[in-house]
């Protein structure tokens, strides 16, 4: 099935589209992050990797011991127990490298709340390969949804890439703020690039206030277990400011809420070049939510539309998307045909919404304009 307009196209539509403060190519999938040739192996700390031992001292005291200037810590293969109440905190100017075949792995807890990786406060930093693995089939709790695999606040030039993150009892990853010296101190630069989140429970991927948030080639699927159980929810919220985000060439896979959900407080959100394909929810979802264009994507079998702005929604731009086979929680997967709401949807205090040039179930639509 061939979208309507390429993705370079698409790009030109992103750009001419008029919105708060759109910066220009300002995301890089493979972003430069700045540390020293330093390099230490997390085995000369005490670290076993036999899927028993606490690791979690061990690691720590490796990062612990590269010099001001950082460098890389190198995890080989092995399974690493980590307790997740104490964390592993990462430096500025720091790679933490695991092999394809590391997993770290929470050790089952009772909290409402913990974190496998802090990327708190710090600039620089670089995690790469390996798997990061939650405790949600083990949880010794029942309460909260904030188990976290890597967590990063208040961070500067952040590079997450290849990593693959599952069951955690709360979200794979959280990108948001932190109160620093009474500041409120926002991510900037952050780039996710080739991660797998799956089987989450609350979320793929939740992104908090922050600014500059690049999310390509990555896959967030069957998130399931306490709402919003979303692929990737954009939820500031009250906490401050989330814009300049571009979510580019990712797949939003049987997640039992919707694929992207956004919210309130944010702007100049580009959704390009992805697809959503059997969410039990929408497709792409906002709610209140200003300044989005959706641009390019595929979105198909999911549960309700494959896209439907709602509340206070406004200033959006949806053009050369394939939406087609939605609604599967009423409709046929298989068969064309069906109204326009079928596939998109606006709620009534929506205003601002400019579409053209998608495709849909029903081809009588296909000339729709908005």
């Known amino acids: 099935m061939k979208k309507p307009l390429t993705l370079a196209v698409a790009a030109l539509a992103l750009s ?8 220009a190519d300002w995301w890089n999938p493979l972003p430069h992050i700045v540390f020293s040739k330093a390099g230490v192996n997390v085995h000369n700390y005490g670290a076993l990797g036999d899927g028993v031992h606490d690791d979690t001292a061990a690691i720590q005291a490796a990062v612990d011991a590269l010099p001001a200037t950082g460098g890389t810590v190198y995890v080989p293969a092995g399974h690493y127990m980590i307790n997740a109440l104490k964390s592993i905190q990462l430096r500025s100017h720091t790679r933490l490298k695991m ?3 590391a997993t770290l792995e929470v050790i089952p807890n009772s909290a409402s709340r913990y974190w496998v990786i802090k990327v708190w406060g710090v600039t620089d930093v670089k995690v790469v390969g390996g798997n990061i ?12 949804e904030w188990g976290y695999g890597i967590n990063v606040v208040a961070s500067t030039n952040v590079f997450l890439k290849n990593i693959n993150l599952s ?10 703020a932190k109160d620093i010296n009474k500041v409120h101190v926002r991510s900037d630069y952050v780039t996710v690039n080739g991660v797998v989140s799956s089987n989450n429970r609350r ?9 500059h ?22 939820e500031p919220m009250t906490e401050g400011q989330t814009n300049t985000i571009r979510l580019e060439k990712n797949t939003f896979a049987g997640n039992n809420g919707n694929g992207i959900e956004m919210h309130a407080n944010i702007s100049d959100i580009a959704i390009v070049g992805n697809t959503m394909k059997g969410n039990r929810g929408f497709g792409v979802l906002g709610v209140s939510a200003p300044y989005v264009n959706v641009i390019g994507n595929y979105m198909t079998e999911n549960g309700l539309a494959g896209v439907r702005p709602s509340g206070g929604s406004h200033d959006w731009l949806i053009t050369g998307n394939t939406l087609k086979y939605n609604s599967t ?11 326009l709401s079928r596939d998109l949807q606006f709620g009534q ?11 849909y179930s029903n081809a009588k639509y296909n000339t729709f304009t908005k």
């Open 133 to 144: 693995v939650g405790d949600r089939t083990k949880h010794k709790g029942t309460t909260g």
């Open 349 to 359: 205090k929506t205003y601002a919404i400019t579409v053209h040039d998608n495709v």
């Open 329 to 339: 929680r009423y409709m046929s997967a298989t068969k064309d045909g069906g109204s």
């Open 99 to 101: 092999d394809p075949a």
């Open 167 to 176: 069951n955690f009892w709360g979200d794979g990853i959280w990108i948001g």
């Open 16 to 23: 001419a589209f008029a919105a708060p403060s759109f910066a």
């Open 213 to 234: 948030v690049y999310i390509v080639n990555s896959t967030f699927q069957n998130t399931n277990g306490t709402a919003p159980e979303a692929g990737i929810d954009i």
């Open 203 to 211: 979320q793929g991927l939740s992104i908090g206030p922050s600014q």
